[in-house]
């Protein structure tokens, strides 16, 4: 595994990691209020991109291509902000940086989405 593929796993197991300590740490604090926040990050991040990351090892030639690291900056970048973003929603802080990340990442998978019409077989 190399390239763009390499990088949605590596980000996956990232988030399965921060996920998991994160549940723990929920777990321990007896406080599950953060629970939504946590869902997306393991959801998105570790199935969501695992499974992209596998879609692109197994198909090279979507791999290669510009819209594959595009792809994976604005999914990783709406990742990023969903997460932090759903945490101010949930201690009413602000929404902007949910709803930034949520488009990031309906935008991430409209990408994948033409990426995988474009190569189908």
């Given at each position: 595994?190399?390239?763009?593929?390499?990088?949605f796993?590596?980000?996956?197991?990232?988030?399965?990691?921060?996920?998991?300590?994160?549940?723990?740490?929920?777990?321990?604090?007896?406080?599950?209020?953060?629970?939504?926040?946590?869902?997306?990050?393991?959801?998105?991040?570790?199935?969501?991109?695992?499974i992209?990351?596998?879609?692109?090892?197994?198909?090279?030639?979507?791999?290669?291509?510009?819209?594959?690291?595009?792809?994976?900056?604005?999914?990783?970048?709406?990742?990023?902000?969903?997460?932090?973003?759903?945490?101010?929603a949930?201690?009413?802080?602000?929404?902007?940086?949910?709803?930034?990340?949520?488009?990031?990442?309906?935008?991430?998978?409209?990408i994948?989405?033409?990426?995988?019409?474009?190569?189908?077989?």
């Open positions: 595994m190399r390239g763009v593929s390499l990088w796993f590596g980000l996956a197991v990232v988030s399965a990691l921060c996920g998991m300590v994160w549940g723990i740490q929920m777990s321990a604090s007896h406080n599950h209020s953060l629970s939504p926040a946590h869902a997306h990050l393991n959801l998105i991040g570790w199935a969501g991109f695992a992209i990351g596998i879609y692109y090892h197994l198909i090279p030639s979507a791999a290669e291509s510009i819209m594959a690291k595009v792809h994976f900056a604005v999914a990783a970048v709406g990742l990023v902000l969903i997460v932090p973003g759903i945490v101010q949930l201690r009413q802080t602000g929404e902007t940086l949910a709803k930034a990340g949520s488009i990031l990442t309906l935008l991430g998978m409209v994948f989405a033409l990426t995988v019409w474009r190569n189908r077989g």
